[in-house]
Every structure is written in C-alpha cells, then in structure tokens.
C-alpha cells in the first residue's frame, strides 16, 4: 500500500491543478491526504476528483486563512471502515 502526504497550498491555480493531475498519473498511490487545500468541502473534492475520477475523498471545512486538510482513496485498493474529523483534524479507519 502506498501513501502519499502532499502541502498543496491550494489547489485553485491550473498549474497546481495540472501538477496534481501529474502526480496522481505518475505515482500509484493507494491513500492521499492534503493539508492546506484553502477551500470548502463543496469546492475541494470536485477539485479532487477531476484528476482521479474512480477516487473517493473526504475533506474537512476551512478554518482560517491557511488551512484544510482532505484524503483520498483508491476504492479498488482500499475499503473505508470510517471517517471522522473536526477542529482541524481528520482521520478514517481503512482496509
């Protein structure tokens, strides 16, 4: 199983955008997670999404003006048991 950890800073700009979609192509990674995605869960995973379709990810809301973690999984690799998060932190039970 490969994890991949990853201070995105954003992911608003189409050169991260496109140096996100690079990575995921070229690295196979099982579980994701990012810190400092600086957006809202509804604008984050579809973000997150676009480049790794068949992915399923979690994220938690913005709080202050540099923060927001995300994960990712690849559902044919991984099962999730659970996810959980607040205050800032998240985590999930996977298989």
Same mark, same amino acid.
């Given at each position: 199983?490969?994890?991949? +950890?990853?201070?995105?800073?954003? @992911?608003? +700009? $189409?050169?991260?955008?496109? &140096?996100?979609?690079? @990575?995921?192509?070229?690295?196979?990674?099982? #579980?994701?997670?990012?810190?400092?995605? =600086?957006?809202?869960?509804?604008? #984050?995973? $579809? #973000?997150?999404? +676009?480049?790794? $379709? %068949?992915?399923?990810?979690? &994220? @938690?809301?913005?709080?202050?003006?540099? +923060?927001?973690?995300?994960?990712?999984?690849? $559902?044919?690799?991984?099962?999730? @048991?659970?996810?959980?998060? %607040?205050?800032?932190?998240?985590? &999930?039970? =996977?298989?």
């Amino acid at each position: 199983m490969k994890w991949l +950890s990853l201070n995105c800073r954003g @992911l608003a +700009s $189409p050169a991260k955008k496109l &140096a996100f979609r690079r @990575l995921m192509e070229t690295e196979w990674v099982d #579980v994701l997670f990012l810190q400092e995605t =600086i957006n809202l869960i509804d604008l #984050v995973i $579809p #973000v997150l999404e +676009s480049p790794v $379709p %068949r992915w399923q990810f979690h &994220a @938690l809301d913005v709080r202050g003006r540099s +923060s927001g973690i995300a994960f990712g999984f690849n $559902p044919r690799t991984i099962r999730l @048991l659970n996810v959980w998060g %607040r205050n800032g932190c998240i985590g &999930a039970n =996977i298989f």
